[in-house]
């Protein structure tokens, strides 16, 4: 079993409507979780941290779920630029900095 | 967020041939560097960790003789690929560990022909 999983996708998604995703880790212990992004051929890109008790950061919004230990994340009002990968990571909890990265999840925003 | 630069951007090389990919950090010291290959439509794998001042420590299955790395200063790590075949050919990107989280390179494109 890999240590994170995410559905690849694509999610279609009409220009201003709401998608969102989840990301499951299977080490109890870890960490730290963080969304990034990754754009075609590119580095990815910090996106947010996600704190336990969920955070948002303007249409952005992260839930960490530690019982069923998953991550989600929430696009609203979805932007034509905000087509890309989304890579889900955790942080390993017996080493830190150590990022476990899950394959991504395809968003694909039309017009 | 932090900045962090990787170069050459793209190499073309032959087989045979070996490539060394500078990371740095621009902005900050990083004392831990990360190296990471990836391979299209497929998720970062982490390669090797880089410790400035020490050995690098190697992920299972990767040939420290064949993926030399070298951290000799707070805010340069390279990469060597020695012997390169096309087999090696991939995405390597780099990142630098702050207190926070990780902050990555463009990246460097290798076509081993």
């Known amino acids: 079993r890999k240590e994170v999983e995410q559905d690849p996708g694509p999610f279609n998604v009409p220009e201003g409507a709401t998608v969102a995703f989840n990301c499951t880790y299977s080490?109890?212990?870890?960490?730290?979780f963080f969304w990034y992004r990754q754009d075609c051929r590119k580095e990815p890109k910090l996106l947010m941290s996600v704190y336990s008790s969920g955070n948002e950061d303007g249409r952005f919004t992260a839930q960490l779920n530690r019982a069923s230990q998953y991550i989600s994340l929430l696009i609203r009002d979805s932007k034509l630029s905000d087509s890309a990968t989304y890579l889900c990571?955790?942080?390993?909890?017996?080493?830190?900095?150590?990022?476990?990265f899950g394959a991504g999840t395809q968003v694909v925003v039309t017009p | 967020g932090a900045v962090v630069s990787q170069h050459p951007s793209r190499v073309i090389c032959k087989s045979g041939t070996s490539v060394k990919i500078e990371c740095r950090s621009l902005d900050f010291q990083a004392t831990t560097m990360f190296w990471y290959r990836q391979f299209p439509k497929q998720s970062l794998m982490l390669m090797a960790t880089s410790n400035e001042g020490s050995k690098a420590t190697y992920e299972q299955g990767v040939e420290k003789d064949k993926f030399l790395i070298n951290h000799a200063s707070l805010t340069l790590s390279t990469l060597t690929v020695t012997s390169a075949h096309p087999e090696d050919s991939s995405f390597y990107i780099c990142?630098?560990?702050?207190?926070?989280?990780?902050?990555f390179g463009p990246g460097t494109r290798l076509l081993v022909l």
């Open positions: 990142s630098a560990r702050t207190s926070q989280t990780q902050y």
């Open positions: 990571v955790v942080n390993g909890a017996d080493s830190w900095g150590k990022f476990q």
């Open positions: 080490n109890s212990a870890s960490q730290s």
